[in-house]
């Protein structure tokens, strides 16, 4: 390329007018956090004590039912009211029965209150449910950290196919909503008092425990995928974080990045679970935040990103966690109160239904 001279003054040196550097940027000063962070270590804490709980409950209702199946020949176990947190579609048919009639339904009124107790936490905390508290949202982010450990790598889809793997919870989730959308008070109700709608949660634990070739299948591919590819399942097919994900589109609580204090490092990005921009954004508004507090921990620049409220510096984790846990124990105590809890049901009924499980079908 040709260039043209510049006669230059003694002791000035000579530049060349066809290419010109811009001035190189002045590299920002990285104030360093005074004190660790232990946000993550509290939210693990959280995870391991919640899947904790559901496996306790798993095995107490597993013999809860083992004991109608043997004609009473086995160890007797209440039926926990918890296991109804693994109903959510008879949760949101619930839920429109009491808008519908303003009566709370006697059958499985434990799975509505646990899911106005995610929705409120979704609301006021981000989607915070699905990573501090959903276990199956555990088992997959440490399946994802066990394949990264084992294999050194992990896969990441491109952009354009990320987009359209997301839109499918979404569409799970729309055909969810439309089904019960459609009933009417009288059909919510001749739907849960069915023998299939009594015995729902025992309908759930025999497809685990009686699994068929083709459901193997579909597990074992979605397991393998979640060791490859960050929370697969709860990233691209989990209806129900679709629902608490568009509910959060309201929540005050913000991850806010300071532009004049980030140092523009991009750990926050690569920490992120959902692939977000965190170090291209000032707030992170998007229903796939789930407020993990994975991108302040990586952070290492003091008050460069923090999860805020409106008016407030900062929402320290220990304050999120209280709050969760404040809507979750409020709601539950509100229901054991109030009477609301328990599926109030004669164990006539489960002696007659539970052995006969295998016959009953979606009416």
């Known amino acids: 390329m040709a260039t043209s001279e510049v006669t230059c003054r003694p002791g000035v040196p000579e530049i060349s007018s066809a290419r010109v550097l811009p001035p190189p940027q002045r590299k920002k000063k990285l104030i360093r956090r005074a004190a660790p962070d232990r946000t993550q270590l509290l939210r693990r804490t959280a995870q391991l004590l919640f899947l904790a709980l559901n496996i306790w409950i798993g095995i107490e209702f597993y013999l809860?039912?083992?004991?109608?199946?043997?004609?009473?020949?086995?160890?007797?176990?209440?039926?926990?009211?918890?296991?109804?947190?693994?109903?959510?579609?008879?949760?949101?048919m619930n839920l429109k029965y009491l808008l519908l009639t303003s009566v709370v339904p006697h059958v499985h009124p434990a799975g509505m209150f646990l899911l106005l107790a995610f929705v409120g936490m979704s609301f006021a905390f981000r989607k915070s449910f699905c990573s501090w508290l959903c276990p199956v949202g555990t088992v997959s982010e440490y399946l994802w950290k066990l394949g990264r450990e084992t294999f050194k790598r992990n896969l990441v889809p491109r952009r354009w196919l990320d987009v359209i793997l997301r839109s499918l919870k979404y569409i799970l989730l729309g055909l969810f909503l439309y089904a019960v959308a459609g009933?009417?008070?009288?059909?919510?109700?001749a739907f849960l008092d069915s023998p299939y709608g009594v015995i729902a949660d025992v309908k759930t634990l025999n497809f685990f425990r009686y699994l068929s070739v083709t459901s193997a299948i579909v597990i074992g591919a979605l397991v393998l995928l979640s060791v490859f590819i960050q929370n697969f399942w709860c990233r691209y097919l989990c209806p129900y974080g679709a629902l608490l994900g568009l509910f959060s589109l309201a929540s005050p609580a913000r991850i806010r990045r300071e532009p004049r204090i980030c140092i523009d490092c991009a750990k926050c990005a690569r920490a992120c679970p959902s692939i977000l921009p965190v170090d291209r954004l000032v707030t992170i508004s998007s229903a796939e935040c789930t407020g993990c507090l994975e991108c302040v921990a990586v952070c290492p620049a003091e008050e460069a990103l923090y999860m805020t409220l409106p008016g407030s510096r900062s929402l320290p984790a220990w304050a999120m966690a209280a709050g969760m846990a404040a809507i979750f124990f409020g709601l539950v105590g509100y229901a054991m109160y109030s009477g609301h809890w328990r599926t109030d049901l004669p164990s006539r009924v489960y002696e007659e239904l539970i052995p006969r499980a295998h016959e009953f079908g979606h009416p």
């Open 183 to 189: 009933m009417s008070a009288a059909a919510l109700r």
């Open 64 to 92: 809860f039912v083992r004991f109608y199946e043997t004609g009473g020949n086995s160890l007797f176990a209440a039926r926990p009211p918890g296991v109804e947190g693994w109903l959510p579609i008879a949760a949101l």
